[in-house]
């Protein structure tokens, strides 16, 4: 990847969806995508630098810790690295 953005990707064979954020400073997350209080879909807040959910307003670190409720549980975090010019999460 060359340039700061985010990827929501489904890997096969596992239930969850995989939020991935590439950074100007060549730093990558990957955060489970789905809220930890109701179960919707996180969005990245360039803005904020944070991830934070549409639905109920919890807000999140990239690392996946809280910062604010009402989720109480961290969104659960993925290795992920850059190989070849591909990005590869571990699962």
């Known amino acids: 990847m060359v340039s700061e953005g ?7 064979g596992i239930h969850d969806k995989i939020l991935v954020v590439h950074l100007m400073d060549h730093d990558l997350y990957a955060v489970s995508a789905i809220c ?3 179960g919707c879909t996180v969005n990245y807040k360039k803005e904020t630098g944070q991830i934070e959910c549409p639905c109920h307003g919890s807000q999140y670190a990239l690392d996946g810790s809280v910062i604010r409720g009402p989720a109480k549980r961290p969104l659960k975090r993925y290795d992920v690295t850059t190989e070849n010019g591909q990005v590869m999460i571990k699962v």
């Open 6 to 12: 985010t990827l929501l990707v489904k890997p096969e």
């Open 36 to 38: 930890t209080h109701m």
